[in-house]
């Protein structure tokens, strides 16, 4: 007998430089956030999950940078879905996006709906045209918050993402690791500038304003694999959620393999 499949969750399908995809579903259905990996591997990597068949309904982009982009074409021709992104992102793209089936732009802080869920994308810092994370709603109220490739959390962040039952947030690097480690100066400044990507302790800290006693889940995102080790991420945001008395797991998204966490 087939296992009845988790109604709602998230697919972190992979995180991190080399690529990054993440599945919001709900009853079956999904939205991408952001298709830095082949098509063929999103769809490998869902199979692997166990959760049976998802149709995606939507591809939702954080910004134009390859390692969330360089699937996003043939998937969405593939299928026949729409591609979201905001104005400053999209046009970025406008080559590489040219045949897509339609792109529909959003704007950070105005929500909208694909069939499934309703979507607040947000303003993020990080040094590209106009990014965004995205907050998701199910049809039944559970609260989903993205926030990944971001200098700095802003306030837009704070408010779209605090209450949520499952926070993906990014958690880049250790700032020992960072500075030890073998990157060109320029590099490591751009790193962790308030354009650059969340250290380890940013993430932990942003907990303090993004906590709540809904929260579930926290899953550390986009983790270097020059700069971090998964091991100090988990620490650096779990010893947090544990001082502040939160009653979430702390999670590691993979850069090779899909993780799920199962909204209940
Ligand atoms: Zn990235
Ligand atoms: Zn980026």
């Given at each position: 007998?087939?296992s009845?499949?988790?109604?709602?969750?998230?697919?972190?399908?992979?995180?991190?430089?080399?690529?990054?995809?993440?599945?919001a579903?709900?009853?079956?259905?999904?939205?991408?956030?952001?298709?830095g990996?082949?098509a063929r591997?999103v769809?490998?990597?869902?199979?692997?999950?166990?959760?049976?068949?998802?149709e995606?309904?939507?591809v939702?982009?954080?910004?134009?940078?390859?390692?969330?982009?360089?699937?996003?074409?043939?998937?969405?021709?593939?299928?026949?879905?729409?591609v979201?992104?905001?104005?400053?992102?999209a046009?970025?793209?406008?080559?590489?996006?040219?045949?897509?089936?339609?792109?529909?732009?959003?704007?950070a802080?105005?929500?909208?709906r694909?069939?499934t869920?309703?979507?607040?994308?947000f303003r993020?810092?990080?040094?590209?045209a106009?990014?965004?994370?995205?907050a998701?709603?199910?049809?039944?109220?559970?609260r989903?918050?993205i926030?990944?490739?971001?200098?700095v959390?802003?306030?837009e962040?704070?408010?779209?993402?605090?209450g949520?039952?499952?926070?993906?947030?990014?958690?880049?690097?250790?700032?020992?690791m960072?500075?030890?480690?073998?990157?060109?100066?320029?590099?490591?400044?751009?790193?962790r500038?308030?354009?650059?990507?969340?250290?380890?302790?940013?993430?932990?800290?942003?907990?303090?304003?993004?906590g709540?006693?809904r929260?579930?889940t926290?899953?550390?995102?986009?983790?270097?694999?020059?700069?971090n080790?998964?091991?100090?991420?988990m620490?650096?945001v779990?010893?947090?959620?544990r001082?502040?008395?939160?009653?979430?797991?702390?999670?590691?998204?993979?850069?090779?393999?899909?993780?799920v966490?199962?909204?209940?």
């Amino acid at each position: 007998m087939e296992s009845p499949s988790p109604a709602t969750g998230v697919a972190f399908l992979a995180s991190g430089s080399r690529g990054n995809a993440t599945l919001a579903y709900h009853d079956g259905r999904g939205v991408l956030i952001d298709c830095g990996i082949s098509a063929r591997e999103v769809r490998r990597r869902i199979a692997e999950t166990g959760l049976g068949s998802i149709e995606i309904e939507a591809v939702l982009i954080t910004h134009e940078h390859g390692d969330h982009v360089a699937g996003v074409r043939v998937l969405t021709r593939t299928l026949g879905i729409p591609v979201f992104a905001t104005r400053g992102t999209a046009g970025a793209l406008r080559e590489q996006l040219s045949d897509v089936p339609e792109i529909v732009t959003v704007r950070a802080g105005e929500s909208f709906r694909t069939s499934t869920f309703g979507v607040l994308p947000f303003r993020t810092s990080h040094d590209v045209a106009e990014p965004v994370g995205y907050a998701i709603e199910s049809v039944v109220g559970h609260r989903v918050g993205i926030a990944t490739d971001t200098g700095v959390l802003t306030a837009e962040a704070i408010e779209a993402i605090g209450g949520c039952d499952l926070l993906g947030l990014e958690a880049n690097h250790d700032l020992d690791m960072l500075e030890r480690g073998p990157y060109p100066r320029f590099l490591k400044d751009r790193i962790r500038s308030d354009r650059g990507h969340l250290s380890n302790a940013c993430a932990a800290r942003g907990l303090e304003l993004l906590g709540s006693d809904r929260l579930r889940t926290i899953v550390a995102m986009h983790i270097s694999e020059q700069n971090n080790l998964p091991r100090l991420a988990m620490a650096s945001v779990g010893a947090q959620a544990r001082s502040l008395g939160l009653a979430a797991d702390v999670l590691v998204a993979r850069q090779t393999e899909a993780i799920v966490c199962e909204i209940v």
